[in-house]
């Protein structure tokens, strides 16, 4: 079945650590994208990407980064700049980037950072 | 810039009762219009989408949504809850030329 794997689930790391969160989709769209969500907030958009070796930033991309070398495979690297790191983040996908395309979206890793 | 409103952060309704959670958008052009279901540490399902024609959308589990024109809003609701339908609802507006805008969610409790 086609879908988006997130992984880990759950991530722990040591403040000041750089980590990487992978999203692999096989429902062959052109369109992917990093949300952070945190309690009573909904989802917030940090980096999209409409095409391959090309993203843009979104509403909270300080402190991330992200690369699309591939069109099944959007990472996302939480750097040590991300002030406040711990959140659960979602990956998401849709056949292009406008449209009435839904979003199909991963089941989320859990970052903690301590 | 867009931006979606869901009234009531936290909803409780009895078993068999019915589940309204409210939804308006800001736009003078309509957008194509969504809710999606999250349950704990899962990731967002789609419950049902309007992009055009009738107005009166119906999706999975039961539920169904009304896009209102003249109300900017696209209110879900299901006839009678089930304890299965406990879960955050969020609602979403896509705009022809931008990217999703996610309303900030409704969590549904279900009460027996």
């Known amino acids: 079945d086609g879908g988006i794997t997130q992984s880990p689930k759950y991530l722990f790391r040591k403040e000041g650590q750089n980590v990487t969160l992978s999203c692999e989709q096989n429902?062959?769209?052109?369109?992917m994208y990093w949300y952070r969500q945190d309690p009573g907030q909904g989802l917030r958009l940090i980096y999209y990407?409409?095409?391959?070796?090309?993203?843009q930033k979104g509403d909270i991309a300080e402190g991330y980064s992200v690369s699309r070398e591939k069109k099944e495979s959007f990472p996302l690297t939480v750097t040590s700049a991300q002030k406040n790191p711990t959140a659960f983040y979602l990956c998401a996908s849709r056949p292009n980037g406008q449209g009435s395309s839904p979003l199909h979206f991963g089941n989320g890793t859990r970052l903690t950072v301590t | 810039a867009q931006s979606v409103t869901q009234l009531g952060s936290h909803v409780s309704v009895s078993e068999g009762a019915l589940v309204l959670l409210r939804c308006n958008y800001s736009?003078?052009?309509?957008?194509?219009l969504f809710w999606y279901v999250q349950y704990p540490n899962q990731g967002l399902q789609l419950l049902l989408k309007y992009t055009t024609g009738a107005t009166l959308v119906k999706g999975i589990n039961g539920f169904e949504a009304e896009f209102k024109k003249s109300e900017t809003s696209f209110h879900l609701t299901k006839p009678s809850a089930h304890m299965s339908d406990a879960a955050e609802y969020f609602c979403?507006?896509?705009?022809?030329?931008?990217?999703?805008?996610f309303g900030p969610g409704t969590r549904l409790s279900v009460l027996p």
């Open positions: 736009s003078s052009v309509p957008p194509y």
């Open positions: 990407s409409q095409i391959v070796n090309d993203f």
């Open positions: 429902l062959n769209h052109d369109a």
């Open positions: 979403a507006v896509s705009p022809s030329d931008q990217n999703f805008v």
